[in-house]
């Protein structure tokens, strides 16, 4: 099991800035990641998961506590008639593309979801009217404490917007099984063009981001909101609410964790005045207060 100390967490995530970690875990097979469980068991120390980085922001201030990140054989994918299994840390891309490879259709909404498989299991994550629940069979976990794998089936994950049971468990996903429906190549081939194409002309990529940065409030959308509110290119520091799609905050170079959690805080306090809807962020926010 490889072991970082002191790591730059600005590397791990798509804001591309962040504290540093005291130390990183990377096991590489659900054995050494239980071994990894109770280890910190052990220690008392906190830890937290990460997946690809894409959804959470490291505040400057550090973590005092051991980051947890799977190792590359955790990125294998194996194909069972019509169902893949995934690897955990494979990326929603590379699922995407194995599902094209093996003809079947049913991820291509969500392969331009830059996170990986444990963190789009976790998050519920979703696009254009797909979400994971929809092809979810089930998920091979380590349990938190580290003593247990089991394989937890979908109807047990209580998966909703942005919701699963793995945030009140705290079980780590090792690999997820996706179940897909046969399909011409070329048609899905197609509609995974249609949708990235989609993707890059209505959101600002070519920035570090978390992607949206707010959930969606019952009946609104966090975009409009913002933008209603006068916000759109908002800028604090190098933080910028995107002059593209008001619901991504970007980083338009040299960002702190601290410039996206004002801007954030500006952006919840001004739509909060103008319509009294408090904006929750998606985004997962790591870390102490900054020093
Ligand atoms: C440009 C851009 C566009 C985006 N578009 C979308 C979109 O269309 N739809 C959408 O839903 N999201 C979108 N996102 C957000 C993000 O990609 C998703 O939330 C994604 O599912 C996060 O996956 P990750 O592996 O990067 O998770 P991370 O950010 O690493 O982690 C997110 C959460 O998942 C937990 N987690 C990660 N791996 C595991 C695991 N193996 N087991 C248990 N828990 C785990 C972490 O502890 C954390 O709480 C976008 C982000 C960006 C940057």
Redesign the pocket.
Same mark, same amino acid.
């Given at each position: 099991m490889e072991r970082l100390t002191d790591v730059n967490m600005g590397i791990y995530? /798509?804001f591309r800035t962040g504290g540093n970690a005291d130390c990183m875990l990377i096991p590489d097979t659900p054995e050494e990641l239980a071994e990894a469980l109770r280890e910190i068991r052990r220690s008392g120390s906190p830890f937290?998961?990460?997946? @690809?980085?894409? @959804?959470?922001l490291f505040r400057e201030g550090g973590f005092h506590g051991t980051v947890l990140k799977?190792g590359p054989s955790f990125g294998e994918i194996r194909r069972e008639g019509n169902e893949l299994v995934v690897g955990?840390?494979a990326l929603?891309s590379q699922a995407a593309n194995a599902a094209l490879e093996a003809g079947l259709s049913g991820f291509e909404n969500l392969s331009?979801?830059?996170? /990986?498989?444990?963190?789009?299991?976790?998050?519920d994550?979703?696009?254009y009217g797909s979400?994971m629940k929809d092809v979810t069979v089930s998920a091979d976990?380590v349990t938190a404490d580290g003593d247990a794998l089991r394989t937890v089936p979908v109807e047990e994950m209580d998966l909703s917007y942005?919701h699963s049971i793995?945030?009140e468990t705290g079980?780590?996903?090792?690999s997820v099984r996706i179940r897909l429906t046969p399909d011409d190549p070329e048609k899905i081939r197609r509609r995974m063009k249609e949708m990235l194409e989609k993707?890059s002309s209505k959101?600002p990529?070519q920035y570090p /981001?978390?992607? /949206?940065f707010f959930k969606r409030p019952a009946g609104h959308f966090a975009g409009k909101l913002i933008q209603d509110a006068g916000l759109r290119g908002a800028r604090v520091g190098g933080a910028q609410v995107s002059e593209k799609h008001c619901g991504?905050v970007i980083n338009r170079g040299g960002a702190t964790p601290r410039d996206i959690i004002d801007l954030m805080h500006l952006v919840q306090n001004t739509v909060f005045d103008q319509t009294g809807i408090l904006l929750e962020p998606?985004v997962?926010i790591i870390g102490g207060p900054e020093e």
């Open positions: 995530t /798509s937290v998961m990460l997946g @690809n980085g894409s @959804n959470t799977l955990a840390a929603m331009g979801i830059p996170g /990986s498989l444990g963190g789009a299991v976790f998050m994550a979703g696009a979400e976990v942005r793995f945030e079980d780590i996903v090792t993707r959101q990529l /981001s978390a992607g /949206s991504f998606e997962r």
